[in-house]
């Protein structure tokens, strides 16, 4: 096969996972909590046919060499965690992590997750859940008819109970932060699964030991900034056509040694 039309199609495909990593920014502009997806790549193999520094003769070595590259590979996919706007709202039960950490949500199969959704509301058992109705962890209890529910910046929940006028504390929200937070696994949802790459969490109370703090009435919102998307939605799209030509270009030629020889 032409090289070039193995280099093109390696670059067609980059471009068009690049496009999906876009599309799904995108698609999730509004979404609470959401970490924008960059997709990372890296040159392929070199076909040497002279080592740079190789000997021309008793007296003079090659300056540069003579190298021809094979095209572009998917590495990876990373999430951006930079810090999303943060919104006010009207609920009493929203809460926006200010800064860095997770709060931590147990699934029905028991495997701890981690989100910056702060989405919450009680079920019908009285358990402090995301929006999802996954218990947060440590669990907080929420009696039925309390009233004036409110988040500490340090993660106290207290709330008004049925019969008092004072302010009962339920529980301490904790935060958990990761060496590498890029290393989680996404399992959407706003859901995060801790993995090797990612280490082990580490849990404190907000506000202390690196932690951001919480900041109730607000959400944090997505990190995509659409108008980057945009730019880059454009880039890729002059580089996926640019790598279509090439294609053309190589088959032209192609076509024209099968038509001459």
Known sequence: MNAALWISKTGLSA??????????????????????????????????????????????????????????????????????????????????????????????????AYTRDGNLQVNADGVLTNSQGLPLQPEIDVPAGATSVAFGEDGTVTAILPGDSDVTELGQLTLVNFANPAGLSAEGDNLYLETAASGQPTEGVPGEDGLGTLQDNALEGSNVDIVNEMVAMITVQRAYEMNAKMVSAADDMLQYISQTL
């Open 15 to 112: 471009q068009d996972a690049e496009m999906s990593a876009i599309a799904n920014n995108i698609a999730n502009v509004n979404t609470t909590g959401f970490k924008r997806d960059r997709v990372m790549f890296q040159d392929l193999f070199y076909q040497t046919q002279e080592a740079p520094g190789a000997m021309l003769d008793q007296n003079n070595i090659m300056p540069t060499g003579l190298q021809f590259g094979s095209g572009v590979r998917i590495v990876g996919t990373q999430k951006t965690f930079t810090e999303g706007n943060v919104e006010t709202t009207d609920n009493a039960m929203n809460v926006a992590i200010m800064g860095q950490g997770f709060l931590q949500v147990q699934k029905a199969n028991g495997d701890i």
